[in-house]
């Protein structure tokens, strides 16, 4: 299924929300939409340029409902920004010879750890929010 312009636009706006949420001001924010293979969105961090490009997909093959989108689109601008957030930790175990695996695990361990909690915080804050 083809992504709308109207989802880049909710997916853009929700990222803002999360950025603003979380306070980082650190990195200026960019956004594309393409194809992205298997991924929804993604994220692309550059600490020697503080920036960060966010990609959205432009075809994805959901197994939900087109109603449930802007609930894809919400998790995954959450997940992204969230990702920025805890960016500088693999840039800190990056530094030390440790594997590539080992630190993308770290981070989806604690990105799983907010879902788990914040995220379900975020709940009456979306209500009133978006
Ligand atoms: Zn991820």
């Given at each position: 299924?083809?992504?709308?312009?109207?989802?880049?636009?909710?997916?853009?706006?929700?990222?803002?929300?999360?950025?603003?949420?979380?306070?980082?001001?650190?990195?200026?924010?960019?956004?594309?939409?393409?194809?992205?293979?298997?991924?929804?969105?993604?994220?692309?961090l550059?600490?020697?340029?503080?920036?960060?490009?966010?990609?959205?997909?432009?075809?994805?093959?959901?197994?939900?409902?087109?109603?449930?989108?802007?609930?894809?689109i919400?998790?995954?601008?959450?997940?992204?920004?969230?990702h920025?957030?805890?960016?500088?930790?693999g840039?800190?175990?990056?530094?030390?010879?440790?594997?590539?695996?080992?630190?993308?695990?770290?981070?989806?361990d604690?990105?799983?750890?907010?879902?788990?909690?914040?995220?379900?915080?975020?709940?009456?804050?979306?209500?009133?929010?978006?």
């Amino acid at each position: 299924m083809k992504t709308t312009k109207k989802d880049f636009e909710y997916f853009k706006k929700c990222v803002r929300k999360y950025i603003k949420y979380y306070g980082l001001k650190r990195y200026k924010v960019f956004f594309n939409r393409r194809d992205i293979g298997d991924n929804f969105a993604k994220y692309n961090l550059s600490e020697t340029s503080k920036t960060v490009l966010f990609s959205f997909t432009t075809d994805y093959n959901l197994n939900s409902p087109r109603a449930e989108y802007k609930d894809w689109i919400k998790g995954s601008a959450f997940h992204e920004v969230t990702h920025v957030l805890i960016a500088r930790l693999g840039a800190i175990a990056g530094a030390r010879y440790i594997g590539c695996d080992e630190i993308e695990e770290a981070e989806h361990d604690i990105i799983r750890t907010l879902e788990n909690t914040l995220l379900q915080d975020l709940t009456k804050w979306r209500e009133k929010n978006f």
